[in-house]
């Protein structure tokens, strides 16, 4: 069985006054019935990928394959086979009420109507969203939206599915229930795949069964959330609050991976993944020599974010 | 049938639009009413023929369809891209021509109520004659206008695909002129055989003069004769059918490796 998707030496570059390298020269596979996540921060060329993938853009060098089919040259076998959400997306039109929308979206896959409506009725209950279904779009809430786009994924039911930044602005509750509900839908049926890009990395290391770390067009890391934590075995990470400061002097001691600094209101807390704890002695010289004062100082499990901080040598947030 | 379907479902929210909204529906008789008045007026004042009364509603009542092909059709692909629609229509599996059928059809159902009503409503107000020569001719005529315009409006949108802003200005730039050299008003012959037939070109300009002549007979002073008109409609339709078709082909193609299908931060 090919495997879902299948990205060669892809790269793409939009030409205009100062040409942008997109994506440069990625490799990827991500294979059937995987949970698959793209993890990078703003820029890295996620939303470009699915954009490619899902065959609304051509590459410019190399070549990518979506359930077997060639991205440029077969997109009448892959279309009926993916769809396509994106965080924050206005689709549709106001004027339809929720569920016309959705029966709408399913007419363009030639979706009976009687599946269809069976189907939209399903997930409206899914996604706690039946108390809408017959209200206009133009007036439901942002997320109510959000969880409309997300069925409006679901109800052709692809066999592929990408999803770029599904829970992009949600609250706690609404994103949750659309992370089981992605799980649930992964795993109920064999050959389903997923591809999803996120911001958070809690949500990639929680939900994906693979995950790749993208940073400026190229992928820096890709494996299980466990092998990419297991990757900082020599490195190790800290967590070091201090009272406000310039940190920036940080980043430049020997033996310092990355770090990441984040405003608390009594002052900074830093995340550091060093190569060699003894650097530890010269950052909190350095701290003092900036006209900080160290406030606190734990050694911590690595997480995803200390695999990505590690690797792009910044933070996400 | 899965065009058929998908045809259906984007005519569907054109089609409920119109009946939902009826504020809308309200403004879209009125004020093409109004528009029909002052020109009726005028030409009263001027002593002309009555049948020229009839001129003035018949196109009025064609405005409809016409406003609805530059804005509803040619326009429509450019307020997709804005609004990120149109990249949802573009990766599912619809044919292009389906999803402009179905943008056509459900404006010709918009656009006909709102030509039916002025029609019916400038007949009543202003005591317009007609005497329907041939039926069957006229039936005809005024379905292949419409495929021809329509079919104008997809060629059209294709383009707007990729150059929204500036096929704006220019499908802004024409409504004017048209109505004037397309003879929405009066028979276009008056402008003299070389605009005349240069307006031809423009499907609606012989769709109204046949219909005139269908209408009102000689005093319509027809261009040529109506089954010469409609033989030349049916070509233009079809010419911009297969143009619409292969144009909507390369232009996704282009859009697809320049990157402008999609909006930047979509
Ligand atoms: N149509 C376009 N024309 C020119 N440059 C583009 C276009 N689309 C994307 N880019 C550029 O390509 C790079 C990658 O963008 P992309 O949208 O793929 O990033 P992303 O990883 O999705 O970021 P984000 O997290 O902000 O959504 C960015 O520098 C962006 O400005
Ligand atoms: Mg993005």
């Known amino acids: 069985m090919p495997p879902a998707v299948e990205v060669t030496a892809l790269s793409r570059v939009f030409v205009g006054k100062s040409p942008v390298v997109a994506l440069d020269n990625v490799d990827l596979d991500v294979e059937e019935g995987e949970l698959f996540g793209l993890l990078g921060p703003n820029g890295a060329g996620k939303t470009t990928l699915i954009k490619i993938l899902s065959t609304l853009l051509l590459p410019s060098k190399g070549s990518a394959k979506v359930l077997g089919y060639d991205v440029a040259k077969e997109t009448s076998k892959i279309r009926p086979l993916i769809n396509m959400v994106s965080g924050g997306e206005i689709s549709g039109y106001g004027l339809l009420t929720v569920r016309e929308n959705l029966w709408m979206f399913s007419q363009f896959y030639g979706i009976p109507g009687k599946v269809a409506n069976e189907r939209i009725d399903a997930l409206l209950h899914a996604f706690g969203l039946e108390d809408k279904a017959d209200v206009k779009v133009r007036t439901i809430s942002t997320g109510q939206r959000q969880r409309m786009n997300i069925i409006r994924g679901f109800v052709t039911d692809p066999r592929l599915i990408f999803l770029d930044e599904p829970t992009l602005g949600l609250d706690v509750q609404t994103s949750r229930a659309i992370r089981d509900y992605i799980r649930t839908w992964v795993r109920s049926q064999e050959g389903r795949t997923l591809l999803l890009t996120t911001h958070y990395m809690r949500e990639a290391e929680e939900l994906c069964d693979r995950v790749a770390i993208i940073d400026r067009g190229t992928i820096l890391a890709c494996d299980s959330p466990e092998g990419l934590k297991r990757r900082m075995n020599r490195a190790s990470t800290f967590v070091l609050d201090t009272t406000h400061f310039d940190s920036s002097v940080i980043s430049n001691i020997a033996g310092v991976k990355g770090v990441s600094a984040e405003a608390m209101k009594e002052g900074l807390r830093i995340k550091l993944v060093v190569e060699d704890e003894s650097a530890i002695s010269d950052i909190i010289s350095s701290v003092g020599a900036s006209g900080g004062k160290v406030l606190g100082l734990n050694k911590s499990e690595p997480t995803l974010e200390d695999v990505f901080i590690k690797l792009v040598g910044r933070g996400l947030e | ?266």
Do not use: H
């Open chain 2, 1 to 266: 049938m899965l065009n058929v379907r998908a045809a259906f479902g984007r005519a569907y929210p054109r089609a409920i639009g119109a009946i939902r909204e009826p504020s809308w529906t309200f403004f879209d008789v009125l004020l093409p009413l109004l528009g029909i008045a002052a020109y009726i007026y005028y030409y009263r004042a001027l002593g002309a023929d009555p049948a020229f009364e009839g001129f003035v509603v018949l196109g009025g009542a064609m405005t409809a369809f016409w406003l609805n092909v530059l804005w509803g059709m040619a326009a429509q692909l450019y307020w997709e891209k804005e609004t990120g629609n149109l990249q949802l229509f573009l990766v599912t599996p619809m044919s292009r021509m389906a999803l402009l059928a179905g943008m056509a059809l459900g404006g010709m159902f918009a656009a006909g109520i709102r030509a039916l009503s002025t029609l019916l409503l400038g007949i009543l107000l202003f005591n317009v004659n007609m005497v329907v020569v041939d039926p069957l001719l006229l039936v005809a005529v005024f379905m292949v206008t419409l495929i021809a315009i329509y079919g104008m409006g997809m060629m059209f949108a294709s383009l707007f695909m990729l150059y929204g802003r500036d096929a704006w200005n220019i499908s802004n730039l024409l409504q004017e002129p048209i109505y004037l050299v397309s003879g929405f008003y009066f028979p276009v012959k008056a402008l003299g055989p070389w605009v005349s037939l240069i307006a031809a070109v423009i499907p609606i300009t012989l769709g109204l003069d046949a219909m005139r002549q269908e209408l009102f007979g000689p005093v319509a002073n027809g261009l040529m004769p109506v089954v010469w008109e409609l033989t030349i409609l049916v070509v233009l339709a079809v010419a911009f059918l297969v143009m619409a078709r292969w144009s909507l082909e390369y232009m996704e193609g282009l859009g697809r490796k320049e990157g402008r299908l999609t909006l930047r931060w979509q």
